[in-house]
């Protein structure tokens, strides 16, 4: 099962909350022994930068990249693999 990232409250005051208060940094490294954690600011409105033009050019230009024939197999994938249980035995 899919789970969301992991959110932990920091204390403003700590050296870490006035780290990550630093509004002029990108980002903010943390390190435990040898291993590095990139952390990066997440902006405050996730669809700020949402081109609805941009899309539908992007979509424009994928369209017709797989011929008919080809839909039609990976359609023929999905259902055999619904038929023959392509799921793992792990998961209901």
């Known amino acids: 099962m899919a789970h969301g990232p992991l959110t ?3 204390d403003p005051d700590s ?4 780290a990550l208060g630093a509004g002029d940094l990108d980002s ?3 390190q435990r022994g040898n291993a590095r954690f990139r952390i990066t600011r997440e902006p405050d409105d ?4 949402y081109d609805s033009e941009k899309i539908r050019a992007g979509l424009h230009e994928l369209a017709g990249m797989l011929s008919p024939e ?3 197999q990976i359609k023929e994938r999905i259902y055999r693999g619904r038929e023959e249980g392509s799921r793992p035995i792990t998961r209901p």
């Open 8 to 10: 932990i409250m920091i």
């Open 15 to 18: 050296e870490l909350g006035r």
């Open 28 to 30: 903010v490294v943390l």
């Open 46 to 49: 996730p669809w700020a930068s």
């Open 70 to 72: 080809e839909g039609e």
